[in-house]
C-alpha cells in the first residue's frame, strides 16, 4: 500500500474494466478493497498478492485469497495465462523493477491493468519547478527519504515502456485532481499535465 | 500414579475409551512399505452433527503426540482436549455448525492399530513387527473411516505440523474429497535438520536398556529414561529462543544459589524433565519411533517426480497455509515454497504468517491473529460451500 488509501478513486475505474466472473489476480492487494469490491460486485474469482503482513492477514480475515510476497520476486511462481485480469494498482511505482514486473504481468495476465500515479501532473511539476522540493501531496504523501515510491514515472514515460515491451494499449483513463475522467479526445500531452492518476488496459 | 497411567495407554492401544472402527480381513490397509495391514483399527471422536448433504465435515489431523480428543477431555491424562481454544460450541471451528471428525493415526497407541496394539499373529504387542507407516498410510486409513460416515467431500481438512503434513497429502491424494485445506506450521518435506532431531529421539528411546529391542511389554518394563530425553530434546525445538528466555531467563528453581551439582539448578531444565516425566505417562515408546518415522519419509515433491507443483495440479482445493515467525523447526520459507507450488498449479491459496515469538507450538496455543485467519477463511469457505451461518 503505496498511496493514500482515501485517495484510491482509481478502484471503480479497475472494477470497470473487469467483466463478471474473470479470474483476476491483485498484485498488491493492500487491505483488500480492490479483491472486496471485485468479488461483491463483480463475482470474480479473485487471488491477491500483497508484500505487508499486516495487509495480508487483513485480507484473509476477510475470507479473500490472499498471499504474502513480493512483487518483484513471487510474480515468476504462477504460471503464463493463469488468470484472465492481472491488476496492478498504485504499485508499479514501488517496485525494484517495474519493467520486468509489467513483462510478468503481461505473461501471467490475458490482460494486466495497471494504475499509478502520473508524476507528470502539473502540481509535481510545479514543486520541482517553483519550490525546488521533491513534491509531497495529499495522493502522494511522503518525503523523499521515506517513500517506499521508488521509480516514479509520467503517463509518456509509461507509454514508451508498455511500447518497449510489445504491449498494446487497449484502453486508458487519466484522472484529474477532482477524480474526474478527463476527456478521451485530449491528446497525451494534456493527460501527462492534468492526469492526477492513470489507469492502462494492456496486452500483449 | 505413572504406573497406573501407563496400564492405561496401554489399554486404550487396543480398548480406546473413545469410537473405533475395526476393518477386518476383507478390508486390509494398503501400507507404502508394501505389505497389507490386516486387521487394523481405527479410534476417532467426533462433535458436532453431520447434516444431510453430509457437507459439513471438517476432519482435524493430529500431530506428532496427540491424538483423537482433539475437543473433549483426554482419558489418559484427564486434561482438556488439545485444542480445545479452537474447536468447540460456539468456538471459531463451531461444533453446532460443523461435524468435527478427528482420529488416532495408524502407528499411534491410543486405539488406533500402532506398535502397541496387539499382533493378532502372536498375541502379542505389535513392537517392531509393524511395518513402517507412512503419512500416506494415516491418510489412507482416514480416508476409510471418512467413508465409513458416508461423506463424499470433506469441508475442510486441517491440522498442524504432522497434521499439516497430512492436510498436504489428503489435498494431493484425494483432490476431490477436500473442498478446502488448512495446513498450519508444516513443509511438504522434512528437513535434514528435523530428521535429525528425530534421529536424536530415537536413539535415546533404544539406548535405554529397558527399551528391550522393541519389546519392552513382553519384560514389563517401558524405555522412560530414553523417551524422556527424546520428548525434552523435541520440546526445544517446538519452542524458541526467544520464548524460553521470556519464560525461564537463567533463573534458579527453588533455590537461591547454584548447588555446585546436577541437580535441575535451573528452572528451564526442572521445566524439561518434567516435560519428559509427563510424556513418558501418556505415550508409549515404540509409537513415538513410528510417529518420528513418518514424519521424516514425508517428501510430498519426491512422490511426484520432484515437482511439487505436479501434487496438485488441477486441484479445485481452496487452500490456507499459516507459519510463525519464530518457529525454526517449519520456517515460513517451508510454507512459502508450498505455496509457490500451489501458485504454479493455478490454486486458490492464501497464505499468512503470524508474527510471535512462541515458536513451533504457537499453533497449539490461544493466538487471536491465527483465529482470524482461521476465521476468515473457514467463513469464506462456507459461503463457497453454501453452507448457511
Known amino acids: 500500500m503505496s498511496v493514500n488509501r482515501d485517495q484510491r478513486v482509481d478502484l471503480e475505474v479497475v472494477a470497470n474494466l473487469i467483466p463478471p466472473q474473470s479470474r483476476v489476480l491483485d498484485v498488491g492487494s493492500g487491505d483488500g478493497s480492490l479483491l472486496e ?54 504499485t ?7 519493467k520486468l514486473v509489467l513483462d510478468e504481468l503481461l505473461r501471467i495476465g490475458n490482460r494486466a491493468i495497471v494504475s499509478f500515479p502520473n508524476f507528470g501532473h502539473w502540481r509535481v511539476r510545479l514543486s520541482l519547478f517553483i519550490n525546488g522540493r521533491m513534491p509531497v501531496t495529499k495522493d502522494l504523501p511522503y518525503s523523499w527519504y521515506d517513500t517506499p515510491n521508488i521509480h ?13 515491451l510489445g504491449a498494446t494499449v487497449e484502453k486508458a483513463t487519466a484522472l484529474d485532481a477532482a477524480g474526474q475522467k478527463i476527456g478521451l479526445s485530449m491528446p497525451w500531452w494534456f493527460w501527462n499535465f492534468f492526469g492526477q492518476q492513470a489507469v492502462f488496459l494492456l496486452k500483449r | 500414579m505413572a504406573v497406573l497411567r ?34 487394523f483399527q481405527i479410534a476417532y471422536q467426533t462433535y458436532g452433527t453431520l447434516n444431510d448433504a453430509r457437507s459439513n465435515a471438517i ?39 460443523f461435524f468435527v471428525i478427528c482420529s488416532n493415526v495408524i502407528g499411534g497407541c491410543l486405539g488406533s492399530t500402532g506398535p502397541a496394539s496387539t499382533n493378532p499373529a502372536t498375541g502379542k504387542p505389535y513392537g517392531l513387527d509393524l511395518p513402517i507407516i507412512t503419512i500416506r498410510d494415516m491418510v489412507r ?59 536424536v529421539g530415537r536413539q535415546a528411546v533404544m539406548a535405554d536398556p529397558d527399551w528391550h529391542g522393541g519389546k519392552y511389554f513382553e519384560h514389563g518394563k517401558r524405555p522412560e529414561k530414553g523417551l524422556a530425553v527424546a520428548r525434552m530434546a523435541a520440546h526445544i ?30 528452572q528451564i531444565e526442572s521445566y524439561l524433565r518434567h516435560q519428559g516425566m509427563t510424556f513418558v505417562d501418556r505415550f508409549d515408546a515404540n509409537s513415538y519411533l513410528y510417529m518420528t518415522r513418518s514424519m521424516d519419509y514425508f517428501d510430498l515433491a519426491a512422490d511426484h517426480g520432484g515437482r511439487l507443483a505436479d501434487a496438485f495440479a488441477g486441484t479445485k482445493t481452496r487452500f490456507c497455509l499459516v507459519s510463525f515467525t519464530s518457529d525454526w523447526l517449519f520456517p515460513t520459507e517451508e510454507s512459502r515454497s508450498i505455496v509457490h507450488a500451489l501458485n504454479a498449479a493455478g490454486a486458490s491459496v492464501s497464505f499468512v504468517e503470524i508474527e510471535t515469538d512462541r515458536g513451533h507450538d504457537a499453533f497449539l496455543l490461544d493466538e487471536p491473529e491465527l483465529f482470524a485467519a482461521i476465521n476468515g477463511f473457514i467463513g469464506s469457505a462456507a459461503r463457497a460451500r453454501g453452507l448457511s451461518a
Open chain 2, 141 to 199: 486409513a482416514q480416508q476409510m473411516l471418512i467413508d465409513h460416515f458416508g461423506i463424499e467431500k470433506l469441508f475442510c481438512v486441517l491440522g498442524g505440523s504432522m497434521g499439516g503434513m497430512q492436510v498436504l497429502e489428503w489435498a494431493s491424494s484425494y483432490p476431490e474429497r477436500v473442498f478446502s485445506a488448512l495446513p498450519i506450521a508444516t513443509g511438504a518435506r522434512h528437513s535434514s535438520q528435523n530428521i535429525a532431531f528425530h534421529e
Open chain 2, 59 to 97: 476432519l482435524v489431523c493430529h500431530a506428532l503426540t496427540g491424538d483423537q480428543h482433539v475437543a473433549s477431555t483426554n482419558p489418559v491424562t484427564g486434561k482438556p482436549g488439545w485444542w480445545e481454544v479452537l474447536i468447540g460450541p460456539g468456538k471459531i471451528i463451531d461444533t453446532n455448525r
Open chain 1, 37 to 90: 469490491l471485485l468479488q461483491d460486485t463483480k463475482q470474480v474469482d479473485g487471488r491477491g498478492l500483497e508484500l505487508s503482513q499486516r495487509g495480508v492477514n487483513e485480507c484473509v480475515a476477510r475470507g479473500l485469497s490472499v498471499i504474502q510476497g513480493d512483487a518483484d520476486k513471487d510474480l515468476e511462481f504462477y504460471p503464463d495465462k493463469g488468470f484472465d485480469f492481472v491488476v496492478l494498482s498504485q
Open chain 1, 152 to 164: 516514479f514515472c509520467t503517463i509518456r514515460d509509461f507509454v514508451n515502456l508498455c511500447d518497449e
Open chain 2, 237 to 266: 525445538t517446538y519452542l524458541s529462543e526467544a520464548a524460553l528466555h521470556r519464560k525461564f531467563g537463567r533463573n534458579l528453581q527453588d533455590r537461591e544459589a547454584l548447588t555446585f551439582g546436577f541437580d535441575a539448578d535451573f
Open chain 2, 6 to 39: 501407563a496400564r492405561k495407554t496401554n489399554n486404550e492401544a487396543d480398548q480406546p475409551s473413545s469410537p473405533v472402527l475395526r476393518f477386518g480381513s476383507d478390508k486390509p490397509l494398503k501400507l507404502d512399505a508394501g505389505t497389507l495391514l490386516s486387521p
Open chain 1, 92 to 98: 508499479l511505482q514501488a517496485t525494484r523493477n517495474p
